[in-house]
């Protein structure tokens, strides 16, 4: 199985993440996004988006990260990371979904102008763009910092896709400069992830 990916892609993380975690192993192909190589053409026929992650299994093409996230897992016999039970399932879906369509757009604003422009040489962060994702994290933060109050991870059914999705953006959390340093329970749950080896494994 072959990934394409960027070592500071936080979506390409929460693959590698499952990945390790599942004991799956990956040929792992650069794309290197500072040099633009997501526009070639032979890059585009894997991904018309000019995104990784991507994963090639024998001819089968998949992209996005939490649909490749849900396949590695449901090839893995015996993993707890994605329930069968049906509401158990349903659980981590939601979170799934949360993560990409409330919880990412300040993430990815925030590690766009504060950590990677920087790294990248790319400029100065532009205020108007950070004001914005402060404002949309701060409140799905929020939400999700109430969440974990009397929890260890995110779904009832124990670690899961879900705690995967979400943290492996947090990587940066004072480079980026998130907003989420106040927050505990958050923070506690971020600490517990840290502690994985599936974490470890993969700091960029
Ligand atoms: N929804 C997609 C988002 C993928 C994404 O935004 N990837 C970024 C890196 S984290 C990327 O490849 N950006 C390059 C570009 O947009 O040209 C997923 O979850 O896989």
Redesign the pocket.
Known sequence: MRLYY?P????????LMTAHHLGTELDLVL?D?IQ?A??APDFLQL?P??????LEHEGFVL??????MQYLADRAPGSDLYPRDLRSRADVNRWLFWC?QDF?PGV?LL?WENAIKALAGLGAPDAEAVARGEGLLTEAAGILDAHLTRREWICGAGLSLADFALGA?LIDQERARLPIADLPHLQRWLGRLRALDAWKATVA
């Open positions: 960027h500071r892609s936080t979506c390409s993380r929460r693959v794309v996004l633009g997501q526009h991904n988006n000019h995104r990784v992650p991507v992209w996005e990260s939490y649909a490749i990409g990412m990815s590690n953006p």
